[in-house]
């Protein structure tokens, strides 16, 4: 009997330390990849996406572009946004405790480049493997 007991207020005190906090304070929805068709004039199109992975996975991040955040949101494990930005030297980071990582893209008028956010990593990557690997992440939308 105590043993049963034990086990139900291991389960409530899991339930309350693992799913209640996910379930607040988030300030997005998901939606299935969609690729972009139309770059606006003047502009480079930026996809910044994280490939869902269990190492690392609770770690969300604020990306940004020199002084301006890329987004409202962060970005969360298996999750993606994408950012229109002018033609240009753009320096990406983020940072998580204490570490900072940085990405320098120089982006070209109508060209879409691929960021990969791996744990605390930035990689450019080939367009053929960011179009494979991003298609297996959701699109991070504001609510």
Partial sequence: MKNLVAVVIFA?????VFALPSCKGKKYV???YVQVT???DGKALVYIYRPSRFLGGGNH???NDGND???RIHLYNGGYFEYFTDPGKH????ELSGKREDIIVNCEEGETYFV???VVEFF???NEIGQMEIRKCNKLLIE
Wanted: glycine share 4%; aromatic share 12%.
């Fill in 30 to 32: 998901t939606g299935k």
């Fill in 69 to 71: 955040k890329v987004s």
């Fill in 91 to 94: 320096n990406f980071w983020l």
């Fill in 61 to 63: 991040y604020t990306i």
């Fill in 124 to 126: 450019l990557v080939p």
């Fill in 38 to 40: 139309e770059i606006p």
């Fill in 116 to 118: 990969k956010v791996n």
């Fill in 12 to 16: 409530i005190l899991a339930l309350i």
